[in-house]
């Protein structure tokens, strides 16, 4: 019996199914999933973390990548969860953007892990950048189908510069003297005379030593290719006690723009005066400036204490009014030379992720348009929606042999779509409110066809560096109350 019992406690336990993990990889563009239509989806995710790291432990040798960190959140639809999609957006000097697709080796049988807590998964792999602002945006896979609230998140994550205790590590910061330890010493000699002792560097030879009380009151210079602990003397034309010593390097690799150290002017010591006597006198000296330091801090430390209070005081008040700002509904409208599969759905991915919209496409609402007919249709779509959006093309929009022509490609249907929605905006042009909704997009720089000219009317946006400003425009749409500019040029519509 015992044997038995122990056979079948052997066969529960080979039966316990391994716990998911994750499989990364890069997917610029749309997901597939995002083609198909799905009864059911997963929900959004529950939490959603970024925090730099160090990818090696070598300190010398080392760059600092994203550790972004993730919590699935614990209700049924986990069980529909396929793979998790994160796209970064930096911003400095120039702008970058990259995905990465997460795929779950298992399916989820249970809503947490079988030995307690959430669903939690994390990936490193995203370089950091110096003085870099990142905008971190997840989302799970199937993603909710189109013109419904899709599940996603969204951080943002600001890199610091080379005084970072993990950035000062990159070679750059390395190459302008962060890992760089002078240790600054500096005295008053006389009246106008400052000695100033510092280690000096191998990456560089030359030095600046300034000393700072208000305004700058002393510079000089030093040149020494040993590595060793040197000594300049420097003449000044005012009280230097207590001055800001400034000590500026020109390292080869960095020239003018390395980081520069500092330190702090003191008394030297008096020959024949006891240490004793010298830290009394110097405390003596020291006191009021302590006395007067403290009596600040105090009073920094209350008016702190107030300004927190009234920040979260304030946070609390205004936080139902920023969370519940409702969706935006925008129809698109595109001429037939548009890819669908490229252009519409990453330009409607990118509405409803950046700019918090609802997307309306005759794509997916081929029986509407059947029962009501493309005019009535179109003419309640218009009325329903905040924007129109017209989705035009130039060279890198157009369908390459690669686009299934049947049904990932161009919609047999958008041409006649856009010119009924082409003559709609013509008999609005009399109505300056009625030209408050239409907007012109590009995916690129380009002039608008003769054909199309009086679209010239409406406000147009290039998406490769318009995409701020175009999402402002979408999110002030219905707070937008002033009275439009009336242009005194005449356009002319002619019908398609």
């Not at 009234?310 to 936080?319: A, D, M, Y």
């Not at 409702?326 to 509405?351: A, D, G, N, Q, R």
Request: aromatic residues 8%; proline residues 5%; glycine residues 6%.
């Amino acid at each position: 019996m015992l044997l038995v019992l122990l056979s079948l406690a052997a066969l529960c336990w080979g039966a316990v199914p391994p716990e998911p993990t994750i499989q990364c990889g890069s997917e610029p563009g749309p997901s597939p999933e995002w083609m198909v239509r799905h009864t059911l989806t997963p929900g959004d995710l529950r939490d959603l973390q970024v925090e730099p790291i160090k990818s090696s432990a070598d300190l010398e040798d080392s760059s600092i990548l994203m550790n972004i960190s993730w919590i699935l959140r614990a209700d049924a639809s986990i069980r529909l969860l396929k793979a998790t999609k994160i796209c970064v957006m930096g911003k400095s000097h120039f702008q970058s953007r990259s995905c990465i697709r997460c795929n779950y080796t298992q399916a989820f049988h249970t809503q947490t892990r079988p030995s307690g807590g959430k669903w939690s998964f994390s990936y490193i792999g995203f370089p950091v950048e110096l003085n870099t602002v990142y905008f971190i945006g997840a989302h799970n896979i199937p993603n909710a189908n189109m013109n419904e609230d899709g599940p996603s998140m969204a951080v943002n994550f600001t890199s610091p510069g080379c005084l970072d205790h993990l950035m000062k590590y990159k070679k750059k910061c390395i190459e302008a003297g962060s890992l760089w330890k002078p240790n600054i010493t500096a005295c008053k000699k006389s009246a106008n005379t400052v000695e100033v002792n510092f280690t000096t560097s191998p990456l560089g030879d030359r030095y600046m030593a300034l000393i700072q009380n208000t305004s700058v009151i002393g510079t000089s210079y030093v040149s020494e290719k040993e590595l060793t602990r040197t000594s300049v003397v420097v003449h000044v034309t005012g009280e230097s006690e207590g001055a800001v010593v400034q000590l500026t390097p020109y390292f080869h690799t960095c020239g003018n723009d390395c980081i520069r150290q500092r330190g702090t002017v003191v008394r030297c010591p008096q020959t024949g005066v006891s240490p004793q006597d010298h830290e009394r006198s110097v405390l003596g000296g020291w006191l009021p400036l302590l006395l007067s330091a403290l009596l600040v801090a105090t009073w920094v430390l209350v008016a702190g204490i107030y300004l927190i209070w009234r920040h979260e005081r304030i946070k609390k008040t205004s936080f139902s009014t920023t969370t519940l700002l409702p969706s935006l509904k925008v129809l698109v409208v595109y001429p037939s030379e548009i890819c669908f599969h490229h252009t519409v759905c990453y330009f409607t991915e990118f509405l409803r992720n950046r700019c918090r919209s609802e997307v309306i496409l005759e794509k997916w609402q081929k029986k509407k348009i059947a029962e009501m007919g493309p005019v009535q249709w179109l003419t309640t779509q218009k009325q329903a929606a905040d924007k129109v959006i017209f989705l035009l093309s130039n060279d890198n929009t157009m369908c390459d042999g690669t686009c299934d022509k049947k049904e990932g490609g161009p919609c047999e249907n958008s041409q006649d779509l856009f010119h009924l929605a082409f003559n709609l905006f013509c008999s609005d042009l009399r109505s300056q409110t009625h030209l408050r909704k239409y907007v012109v997009v590009y995916f690129r720089e380009g002039d608008i066809k003769d054909s199309y000219s009086a679209l010239s009317v409406c406000p147009t946006y290039c998406l490769t560096k318009d995409a701020t400003d175009f999402c402002a425009e979408l999110l002030h749409a219905k707070q937008h109350v002033s009275a439009g500019r009336s242009r005194a040029r005449h356009y002319s519509c002619l019908s398609l």
